[in-house]
């Protein structure tokens, strides 16, 4: 059975040890199962899929939700787990086993919490959103998800990474006319007219949004282009695919309205494809103001998207704040310096005993 009152950085070699591919956790699903209700007395605990739930029931003024994921993305020949030059390497070290070891060895030791805890450990984080277990979970026990502030375990070196941004696509295209490259000026050449398209992106200029005093920035950025027919015709038909980082401060309507008026007097057509709402990071409520206070004011604003967001719409205050670097996650020597899940842990006992 997991250990969840020893080390916690053996806690995280075993846990990495266990394979869990996304929708494949079912084994890992079972033995944190197994150890919450063998370990930490005090929690009602409920399995839903390969996800486990815990819970106390305390009568605190608060409640504090933990939520960490347990799939990881396909191991690259890095399991078992294996230690050296203090750091602890393998598939899943800092996204994020790293982080669900710290939640779990504080369910089994924090005695007397000054908040009431939840423990959300979920599946298929690490694949498309329809499948994610928090999803799941929201739909069919959404009374789980209820808190004063939310602490998901993704890798943040340390730091607490507040809220998240939003991100939204959209493909801009351009249509011409087909003619023979011999006789150009008899076609519309719809390449060309992304010119246009690609120059503004070339002008545009980010805006940064102060957010509870976390600096968010944001980014207008062409990741795909498409067009032509063959090395002799002009092509009738061309498009660019652009992602929109924006501050959690813009809406998804806002931020499309926001691309729409950056191609404004264009030739050209624009379609969303892809949006999800960014989260504020909350950082003035109560229990999330004490969990600054607790990390020494340590806190930055998020750079990408996360589960947060899924908080912060149910009017949840989350944050992301957990072991490692996450520019190291899915990589091949991927790894968390063992000294960061010591102080992740010391760090949130000090939360989470008030």
Known sequence: MLDLRGDPIDL??????????????????????????????????????????ARTALGRPSRVLLAGHLDTVPAAGNLPSYRGDGELYGCGTADMKSGDAVFLHLAATVAEPAHDLTLVFYDCEEIEAAANGLGRIERELPDWLAADVAILGEPTGGYIEAGCQGTLRVV??????????????????????????????????????DIDGCAYREGLSAVRIDGGVAGNVIPDAASVTVNFRFAPDRSVPAALQHVHDVFAGLDVRIEQTDAAAGALPGLSQPAAKALVEAAGGQVRAKYGWTDVSRFAARGVPAVNFGPGDPNLAHTRDERVPVANITAAVQMLRRYLTG
């Open 172 to 209: 801009v295209s351009a249509s011409g006319t087909r003619a023979h490259s011999a006789r150009s000026w008899l076609g519309d050449n719809a390449i060309h007219k992304l010119g246009a398209v690609l120059d503004r992106l070339a002008q545009y200029r980010a805006r940064t949004v």
């Open 12 to 53: 995280t070699a075993a846990l990495v040890d266990i394979p869990s591919e996304s929708r494949d956790e079912g084994r890992l699903a079972d033995e944190v199962e197994a150890a919450l209700r063998a370990q930490a007395p005090g929690f009602e605990v409920v399995r839903n899929g390969n996800a486990v739930l």
